[in-house]
């Protein structure tokens, strides 16, 4: 059965900053995982879906990759601005099971 | 863009009433999914839809919940006798094809049960 684990919980960071979010899981078969924006109170908003096939994907100053041998995806944030202020969550797909949520990690960029 | 959209978008109800909470899917997708988030907690899988019928479901979705797709966009989840913990944000969620594909979510629906 599929785990997502997300740390850290919480991260504040001056802006302006570089930071990465961590995510593992514990199904190295994964199929895909995907990385959402939650704003507080709101909807899930996908980021980034990195194929089991792809080790990267890239949108604008997000950069997510994929280690499927060490069960590892990271989220690299380039150059942080207060409004990327929320909660980000990685969610696995294994094979024909749904997604797998992580807790998120909650990202506060000080301006 | 297209998007997926629910409404109500807060219900307050008393325990034990019936509740029924609507999705329009992205139009050409074929997967559907309702999520839970209880407050402070993980989003949790619900269940799955696809092909006019139930694909997956987890241990939350008991006889208490119920999924419909009445018409060619609506696609709603009813819980029949509300429970205090029922109390979460309900998120639906569609997919155009296989799990290669991007899962997208709507902006959920607050449900608070008293």
């Known amino acids: 059965k599929q785990e997502v684990t997300q740390i850290p919980a919480a991260l504040s960071v001056p802006e302006g900053e570089n930071l990465v979010l961590n995510c593992s899981f514990t199904d190295s078969a994964i199929y895909n995982l995907q990385w959402f924006r939650q704003d507080p109170g709101k909807g899930l908003t996908s980021l980034l879906l990195i194929q089991s096939s792809q080790r990267e994907q890239t949108s604008g100053r997000l950069n997510a990759s994929l280690d499927k041998s060490s069960g590892r995806s990271t989220l690299y944030i380039a150059a942080s601005q207060p409004g990327d202020s929320a909660t980000y969550l990685c969610a696995g797909v294994s094979g024909n099971t749904p997604l797998v949520f992580g807790k998120g990690t909650r990202l506060s960029v000080i301006a | 863009e297209p998007e997926v959209t629910q409404t109500p978008s807060h219900q307050v109800t008393q325990m034990g009433q019936e509740v029924i909470l609507r999705c329009v899917p992205i139009?050409?997708?074929?997967?559907f999914y309702w999520y839970r988030q209880i407050l402070g907690q993980k989003v949790e899988f619900l269940v799955s839809?696809?092909?006019?019928?139930?694909?997956?479901k987890s241990e939350i979705f008991d006889d208490q919940f119920s999924v419909e797709r009445p018409d060619g966009s609506n696609f709603t989840l009813k819980i029949r006798s509300t429970k205090l913990e029922d109390s979460a944000m309900y998120f639906c969620?569609?997919?155009?094809?296989?799990?290669?594909?991007?899962?997208?979510f709507g902006e959920g629906s607050w449900l608070t049960v008293v």
């Open positions: 139009s050409n997708h074929l997967y």
């Open positions: 839809f696809y092909n006019n019928e139930i694909s997956e």
């Open positions: 969620a569609s997919r155009e094809t296989g799990p290669g594909n991007t899962i997208y």
